[in-house]
């Protein structure tokens, strides 16, 4: 029996959305930089296409042997979402990795007591607080 013309359009137009459902939500997804938090890097309105299978955990499954899975590295740029309210997604990018120490002394970044050459400016205030007792906790 020969279908109708409505039906095979209803019929491909519900598969190319399944697939784009599918995509954005294991594979792609577009993102747009909401804030100036990260402009040394990212501008305020940039899009960016993040893989979203490239850091996923699942270690010993087939999937993971099909697909390039790998751990974060220094400098990747990571999509998450905020722990406090799920519904927010930071943009950050990754200046260490597990077992790192991370220090700011004198707004220099330290990781694993050596000190970063960090082109980025990590903090915009230009007042530098010594580590002493005699500045209160309200300002440093």
């Not at 997604?89 to 707004?107: H, M, P």
Request: net charge positive.
């Amino acid at each position: 029996m020969k279908k109708s013309v409505a039906r095979e359009y209803y019929e491909a137009i519900l598969v190319a959305f399944l697939l784009a459902l599918f995509v954005r939500t294991f594979v792609f997804e577009n993102f747009k930089i909401p804030s100036g938090s990260m402009e040394e890097n990212l501008l305020i309105g940039d899009q960016l296409v993040v893989n979203k299978f490239i850091f996923a955990g699942n270690g010993g499954s087939f999937l993971h042997r099909l697909f390039p899975y790998r751990a974060p590295q220094r400098g990747d740029v990571v999509v998450f979402k905020f722990p406090e309210d799920t519904r927010r997604d930071f943009i950050k990018r990754c200046v260490a990795v597990g077992g790192d120490t991370v220090e700011l002394r004198r707004k220099q970044l330290y990781i694993n007591g050596e000190m970063q050459d960090e082109p980025q400016v990590i903090h915009r205030d230009v007042r530098v607080y010594d580590d002493s007792p005699a500045v209160p906790i309200s300002s440093r």
